[in-house]
T-cell receptor, first 114, second 113 residues
Framework: DAMVIQNPRYQVTQFGKPVTLSCSQT?????MYWYQQKSSQAPKLLFH???????NEADTPDNFQSRRPNTSFCFLDIRSPGLGDAAMYLC?????????????FGEGSRLTVL | KNQVEQSPQSLIILEGKNCTLQ??????????LRWYKQDTGRGPVSLTI?????NTKSNGRYTATLDADTKQSSLHITASQLSDSASYIC????????????FGKGTKLSVKP
C-alpha cells in the first residue's frame, strides 16, 4: 500500500493561475520534503518541514509556498506558475533519524503550464 | 562544495547482460550513500543504503559497493531485465544533525530485448 500519496498525479494549469499540490503520508514521519525535478535532472529541494518547523531553501522562489496543517498532510502552493515551473514535483518523508532514516517518495505530481 | 557525480549519463544494454553504474562523491562529512531507482514518471524507490563501514550490499540482482577511501560507489545489475529500464540516482547523506541529501543527476538505463 502506498505510504506517501500525492495528488493530483497530473496537473495542467494556465500561465499565472494558482496551483496546489497535495501530499499525505501514513508513516507518521516528522520530516516532509518538497522537491522539483525537471527532465534528466536531479531533484531540487524547495523546502522541508521538521514537524511544524518550516525550512526554506535560499534559492526557492517566493512563488512557491507550503503548508503543513498536521503531521499527515503537506501542500505545495504555486501562486503564479510560469512556463519554467513545469516539472515533476516530488514529496518525500523521513523519520526522526535524519542520517540513517529511509526516505520515502510519493509518485510525484507532474505540472504542465500552458 | 558537496557534490555527487554519476556516470555514465545514459546506458543502453541488451536484456540478460550485466552493467555497472558509477557514483563519485565529494561530500564531507559523510554519513551514508543510497541508490534509488526511478521509473519514468514515477517517484524514486530505494534500492540500498550503505554506511561507511559497508563495502558491499546486495538486493536481489542489484549489488552496490562503496569505497570510502576513494569516495566511489558502484551499482551492478546482473542479468538485466526489461523492467530494469529506469533512472538510477545516487544520493549521499551529509553527516550531522540535519542529514542533508546530495543528489546525483542519475544514470538513465535502457534495457533492450
Amino acid at each position: 500500500d502506498a505510504m506517501v500519496i500525492q495528488n493530483p498525479r497530473y496537473q495542467v494549469t494556465q500561465f499565472g493561475k494558482p496551483v496546489t499540490l497535495s501530499c499525505s503520508q501514513t508513516l507518521n514521519h516528522n520530516v516532509m520534503y518538497w522537491y522539483q525535478q525537471k527532465s534528466s535532472q536531479a531533484p531540487k529541494l524547495l523546502f522541508h518541514y521538521y514537524d511544524k518547523d518550516f525550512n526554506n531553501e535560499a534559492d526557492t522562489p517566493d512563488n512557491f509556498q507550503s503548508r503543513r496543517p498536521n503531521t499527515s498532510f503537506c501542500f505545495l502552493d504555486i501562486r503564479s506558475p510560469g512556463l519554467g515551473d513545469a516539472a515533476m514535483y516530488l514529496c518525500a518523508t523521513r523519520g526522526t533519524a535524519l542520517n540513517t532514516g529511509e526516505l520515502f517518495f510519493g509518485e510525484g505530481s507532474r505540472l504542465t503550464v500552458l | 562544495k558537496n557534490q555527487v557525480e554519476q556516470s555514465p549519463q545514459s546506458l543502453i544494454i541488451l536484456e540478460g547482460k550485466n552493467c555497472t553504474l558509477q557514483c563519485n562523491y565529494t561530500v564531507s562529512p559523510f554519513s551514508n550513500l543510497r541508490w534509488y531507482k526511478q521509473d519514468t514518471g514515477r517517484g524514486p524507490v530505494s534500492l540500498t543504503i550503505m554506511t561507511f563501514s559497508e563495502n558491499t550490499k546486495s538486493n536481489g540482482r542489484y549489488t552496490a559497493t562503496l569505497d570510502a577511501d576513494t569516495k566511489q560507489s558502484s551499482l551492478h545489475i546482473t542479468a538485466s531485465q526489461l523492467s530494469d529500464s529506469a533512472s538510477y540516482i545516487c544520493v549521499v547523506v551529509v553527516g550531522g544533525s540535519q542529514g542533508n541529501l546530495i543528489f546525483g543527476k542519475g544514470t538513465k538505463l535502457s534495457v533492450k530485448p
